[in-house]
């Protein structure tokens, strides 16, 4: 007795693709089959590396801008709030830079007054802006990229 041959369907693109059934939660991302208790990290690693890189870069003018605050504290009986504006736009570049790694935009307010208080501090401590460099193209990156982002500034409202 012969047996009638049998279709063997082995692969995907055999499939018809009214048949093809969708693959379950968790079990591909980003073109990447994943295990069964793998998870996927809520970040991305190239952008800790651009962030940590642009960081470092800039370490000494976020001392900088301490000492010259805290100098300010102690010395004279001048008003500080000048100096504050170098450590509002470190804070606003931090937050920014975390919302950024989570891919969460932030309030627009932040790449506003960041933006206002960095250049502020830029003009009044040019003289040791060679410290500033590392942190400028991550900042203005960041300003744009949240500015522009759906939920980001209030102009920018989808239709």
């Given amino acids: ?25 968790r079990q591909q991302q980003r073109g990447r089959i994943m295990r069964p208790g793998e998870t996927r990290l809520p970040f991305n690693g190239s952008r800790v590396a651009v962030a940590v ?15 010259f ?8 009986g001048r008003s500080p709030w000048p100096l504050v ?3 509002v736009a470190w804070l606003s570049l931090a937050v920014m ?5 989570q891919n969460r935009s932030c309030h627009w307010l ?6 206002a208080c960095g250049t502020l501090s830029a003009a009044a401590f040019f003289m040791v802006g060679f410290l500033y460099i590392a942190a400028v193209p991550l900042a203005v990156y960041l300003v744009f ?10 102009l920018k409202r989808r239709a």
Avoid: E, K, Y
Avoid at 145 to 154: E, Q, T, V
């Fill in 110 to 115: 932040w790449p506003i007054v960041g933006t």
């Fill in 1 to 25: 007795m012969v047996q009638p041959p049998v279709a063997a369907r082995s692969c995907d693109s055999c499939v018809p693709n009214g048949v093809r059934t969708r693959m379950g939660i």
């Fill in 53 to 67: 890189a642009s960081w470092c870069g800039a370490s000494l003018a976020v001392l900088a801008s301490a000492m």
């Fill in 69 to 76: 605050l805290f100098a300010a504290l102690a010395g004279s």
């Fill in 85 to 87: 504006a170098p450590l």
């Fill in 145 to 154: 990229w949240h500015l522009l982002r759906p939920s980001g500034f209030p």
């Fill in 97 to 101: 830079t975390v919302r950024w790694i």
